[in-house]
Each structure stands twice: as C-alpha cells, then as structure tokens.
C-alpha cells in the first residue's frame, strides 16, 4: 500500500532574509555606479583643480620692479631673450615676457589673448570690497596717421572661482589717460617694467617704463568689478 508522501515543511521566508539577498544585489550595483561616475568626472575635476591651482599663483603673483616685461631696443631685447621666459616678434625685434601662470590659467578657461608684455598680475580689491584678478597686458598698434606706435594697456578682471563656482571673466573697461604710450619705433626706445602692487592700497598698482632714458610712472586702480583707470603720473 503506498503511503501518501509526506509534506515538507519549509522554513518561511522572513524580512531579514529577504533584505539580506537585496544587500546582495543592490550593493555591489550601487558600488559599480559609483565607480563608473567617477572614472567619468575624475579628469574633469582634475583639470578644475589645476584652475584653481593656476588661479592661485596669478592671484598671488609677484615680480621684481625691475623685471622687464616689454623691450623694444632691439640690442636689449637680443639679450632677454636668451631668457627662456621671454617671447619675441621677429617683424619688430621686440622682447616680451608672460607669466607662465597667467598663460595657463587662461589656458585651463579654454581661451587665450593677445599680449606683448603683462604689465600687471595680483590680486586687487575694489573701494567696495570685492576681490578680483587684474591681469594688465600691453600690445603694440601701429598708428599709421602718424606713423607712430602705441603700446596700449588693456585690463582683465576676473572674479576668483571656488569649489563651487568656476573663475568668471567681467567685461572690462580701461579707461585714463595713461593708457596708451606712443613712441616712434625707428628712433625711441621703450622699455616697460614688472607692475607693483601697492601694500597700503588694496585697489592700487604702479606700472614704471622707460622712454628714451626718462623713467616715467603709472598709477592704475580698480575702479570697480568692471573698471579700471591708468593715470599717467607725469
């Protein structure tokens, strides 16, 4: 006679059993998309960090009043740049020099400029307080109506970026009559020195060239977040 087969009995599937198994699964699928996010934003906030690295030094930038940074004498200028830090124009024989920080910096923004010569590099603070990057670049234009050249002062302001917010380029304006120095490029010889800022007033710097033997002065302020005005001091 055959015995009905007997009913197993299986233990019942509690909570704690059931969150076990989703541990099993959800965690390392968790884990794998964390891993994947970050391979994808690593080089992105690699190349973030070296902004602000970059914007660091610009900030805090400091030549010598002496350094040259425009030399149009082309027997001096022949000499700067046995310097690997100066750059030159064949066509007028001129020497110059940008500060590798502020080429890269502007480099990691993803755009670049025209420069022959950075005047001035550093942190100033406007009379309301706000903190900003001034970076003043010179460029020579020919004045053909006079059959002059102007080197030409042009600002950029900058608003510093952070861990939350990238730097921020502001529409500048350089106004002041010491914008622009005009010399004959066949017989004058302009040498334009390394900027200073001054301790005792945040918004203030000082730019010193050379014309013909004459050491003349000019001072700039940031006027604003947009503005800034050379005077000739002269």
Known sequence: MIQPSQHLEYAPTTPASRAARVRRWVLPAVLGLLIVGAVAIAPRLIRYTQTLHFQRQCLTYAAPGTEVVLETNPAEAKKLIADPRYATDPSTSIAYLVPAEWTSFYASLGSGFQTSGTVFLHERISPSGTRVLVGVDV???????????????????????SAFRGPRMNMTATRGDGGQVQFDPATDRLTIYAGQPDPADASHFTIDYDLNGVRHTLDGWLVDANEIKIESRD
Do not use: Q
Request: proline letters at 4%.
């Open 139 to 161: 460029n020579l234009v020919s004045l053909n109506y006079v059959a002059r050249t102007a080197a030409t002062m042009g600002a950029r302001i900058l608003e510093p970026g």
